[in-house]
C-alpha cells in the first residue's frame, strides 16, 4: 500500500474536476436523529436517521414514519448506521453475500422513499477485521460489498458513503487517506465516502484531505471533539479554522449532519449559528484574534 505521504502528494497533483453531483448553493446542515419535528421546529436543512432502524421496521411502522417524513416541510437527506444487524458481517469467515443482498434489497429503496440521497457506511461491527484475518483478504471483501452496494444503490439514486472510523471503534479504514484509497479501487460512480470531524480530530489527520478528496467526499459529519458534543462555539476546539477553510477552499455544498451529544432545546440555536459563522469569512483567524 502506498504511504499517506506519497498518496496525498500524487493525488493533489491530479487535475480536478467538479463532482457531477454537486450543486452550487449553500451547505445545507442537519442533525443525526429521527425527530424531523424537533429538526424542523429548530430550522435545521434535513435528518439522518439510522438506516439500520428503517430496514428493521414492520411494513405498517415503515408507512407510519414515512407519511410523518413526507409531511415534514424537511427530509431525510442522508443516513447513517447502514448495517447494526450482528449477523451481517462483510469482513471475516461469516460472510453471507445472499444475507447482505436481501437486506440491501430492502433497506436501500425504504431509504428512497424518505428522499435519502446518500446512506453512510460506518457499522464497525460489520467491518471490523478478525483477530488473525489477512488484511488483503478484507479489503478484497469490502471492495466486493461496496459494489454490490453500489448496484443497489445504483437502481435508486443513492450514494453509499464509506466513514472513517477512529481505531477505537474498528480496526480497518480509520482514516481518510485510507479510505480514499478504497474508493478509488471500488471504483463505483454510487461509492464514495465522507469525512467526519470527530474521527478525523481523533486520528490527528490532516484537513488537507477535504482538498485531496474532495471529487469523492459527499457528506459530512460534525460534532465538537471535546466531549463528541454538538457544536456551539467557534473557540471550542483550535482546528476548527483549518478544517472550515479547507472546507470553503473545495466549493463543497453538501450536507453536514452534527453526531453528537446535544439536544435541539439546548444546543439547536448556538450550533446553526456556529455554521454560520464557520462558513461565513469571520471563522479564519487565529484563536487570539477570536478571543478579542
Partial sequence: MVTRRTFLTGVAAAAWRPPAWSRAGAVKVGVCTPDISGAAKYGFDYIEPAAAEIAAMSEDQF????????ASPIRCY??????RRPDLKVVGHEVSISALRDYLQVCVPRCRRLRASIVVW??????????GFLRQRAWDQIVDFLHMAGEVAC????????????RQESNILNTGVETLEMVRRVKHPNVRMIIDYFHLREENEDPRILEVARREIVHLHFANPH???WPRGLREDDHYGAFFQYLKKTGYSGG??????????????ASLEFF?????????KTPSELER
Fill in 63 to 70: 408507512r407510519e414514519y414515512a407519511n410523518t417524513v413526507l
Fill in 78 to 83: 442522508a443516513f447513517n448506521s447502514f448495517i
Fill in 122 to 131: 460506518g457499522s464497525a461491527g460489520s467491518r471490523n477485521v478478525p483477530e
Fill in 155 to 166: 437502481r435508486h439514486d443513492i450514494v453509499v458513503a464509506i466513514e472513517p472510523l477512529r
Fill in 227 to 229: 466531549g463528541r458534543l
Fill in 256 to 269: 453536514i449532519s452534527i453526531e453528537g451529544q446535544g439536544s435541539f432545546e439546548k444546543d439547536g440555536a
Fill in 276 to 284: 454560520r459563522q464557520a462558513m461565513g469569512v469571520g471563522l479564519f
